[in-house]
């Protein structure tokens, strides 16, 4: 299992059990504004919480003092995969922001990347109204590449057209760090 820790924090793969702390804050629309996906309820939590704790493209952030789990962080690999590319992104129950959990969170995996995997470069992918999100990327200094007008949709009009939104995409790489 892969634990890291930093100061008040450990990230470490999800649990079955998690499920409970996901459903905190996966069951509001608020923080689902900017995600794919709509509120999850008890039952698809469970499902997600199970499914993410056979892989390793999810980690499950946890106060150290109490395990809660306050958020999580997806990172994967992009292909191809000689080019050392990995995605970084994350959400977090709104009753821990503005406290710094994401960006220490982020950090530590930021570092697990580049130090441990072997990673040349980070991307992640936000979108300009998510002005907390990109804030947090430019806290981990990581750069605004560009934007990528009207690129993906999730959700529709009442009548089945897509809700298409920009993306800013912003990297790292190793020697930024």
Not at 23 to 30: F, G, I, P, T, V
Not at 111 to 125: D, S
Request: with cysteine; charged share 30%; net charge negative.
């Amino acid at each position: 299992m892969i634990l890291i820790e930093s100061k008040r924090l450990v990230v470490r793969q999800f649990k079955p059990e998690d499920w409970r702390d996901l459903h905190e804050y996966l069951s509001q629309e608020s923080v689902l504004e900017y995600e794919p996906g709509t509120v999850s309820n008890e039952e698809e939590c469970k499902s997600i919480a199970k499914e993410r704790s056979k892989d390793n493209l999810f980690f499950a952030v946890c106060l150290k003092d109490t395990n809660k789990m306050i958020g999580h962080i997806y990172f994967s690999q992009k292909e191809p995969r000689e080019f050392l590319t990995w995605m970084i992104g994350y959400i977090f129950n709104p009753s821990y922001y503005g406290q710094g959990y994401a960006t220490e969170a982020c950090r530590r995996i930021l570092k697990y990347g580049f130090e441990e995997l072997g990673a040349h470069r980070v991307i992640a992918l936000c979108n300009p109204e998510n002005i907390a999100s990109w804030r947090l990327l430019e806290r981990l200094s990581m750069r605004r590449e560009g934007i990528f007008m009207k690129e993906v949709f999730f959700k529709t009009t009442g009548n089945g057209q897509p809700v298409w939104q920009d993306t800013y995409q912003y990297a790292i790489l190793k020697e930024e760090l």
